[in-house]
């Protein structure tokens, strides 16, 4: 979809506050939007489609028991390279 906007209009806004259950979510990010779209048709109760800009940017509301941010420690050399290794591997074993 062609919204006239640049990457950095783009943006994806989450918002909560400690009292209230749900939680907003405003984006144009096209995967997280399919997430969304996905669970709210799964889990009508959970998550529902709120508002559609009709310029590329979607609202969703979502219980804040069912959306989680997710923090990762970086890799460690080591392990980067072990996991290089065994897909390199990988690569080499026939396909189930």
Do not use: W
């Amino acid at each position: 979809m062609i919204t006239g906007l640049n990457k950095k209009e783009k943006i994806t806004e989450i918002f909560f506050d400690e009292d209230n259950p749900v939680i907003n979510i405003r984006t144009y990010n096209t995967d997280l939007k399919n997430r969304l779209t996905r669970f709210s048709n799964e889990h009508p109760n959970e998550c529902k489609l709120v508002d559609d800009s009709g310029n590329g940017m979607l609202e969703f509301e979502i219980n804040k028991g069912r959306f989680c941010f997710r923090l990762t420690k970086p890799y460690s050399e080591e392990r980067r390279q072990t996991l290089s290794r065994n897909a390199t591997q990988d690569k080499h074993l026939p396909r189930r």
